[in-house]
């Protein structure tokens, strides 16, 4: 059974870095690209970014472009988002899931994590 399960989240100041950690166990999802959403609260899920496999092709929300980066070791069965220059409308809980294609569709996602709390203080 795959389980997905995020890291990293935390109280941090506007203005400030975090780096999220999501580890897959269970099988390595080979092929698969890994993608992160956010939902905050009264929102629905939104797309924040996703890498493929190899890390050849990447894509991001107009929203955190030049702010957060996405990476993977899949050696490691892990990927990451590097969040820097946070602001108050980053505050939401984070997702890491995986696909077989690159999408932005949370619906195109096959396996989910529980999700990690980011706050921005005020």
């Known amino acids: 059974q795959v389980q997905l399960v995020e890291s990293g989240g935390g109280l941090v100041q506007p203005g400030g870095s975090l780096r999220l950690s999501c580890v897959t166990s269970?099988?390595?999802?080979?092929?698969?690209?890994m993608g992160w959403f956010r939902q905050a609260p009264g929102k629905e899920r939104e797309f924040v970014a996703a890498?493929?496999?190899?890390?050849?092709?990447?894509t991001y929300a107009d929203s955190v472009k030049g702010r957060f980066t996405i990476s993977r070791d899949n050696a490691k069965n892990t990927a990451y988002l590097q969040m820097n220059s946070l602001k108050p409308e980053d505050t939401a809980v984070y997702y890491c899931?995986?696909?077989?294609?690159?999408?932005?569709?949370?619906?195109?996602?096959?396996?989910w994590g529980q999700g990690t709390q980011v706050t921005l203080s005020a």
């Open positions: 890498r493929d496999w190899s890390g050849v092709e990447t």
């Open positions: 269970g099988r390595t999802l080979s092929g698969y690209v």
């Open positions: 899931a995986a696909a077989r294609w690159l999408t932005i569709r949370p619906v195109d996602y096959d396996y």
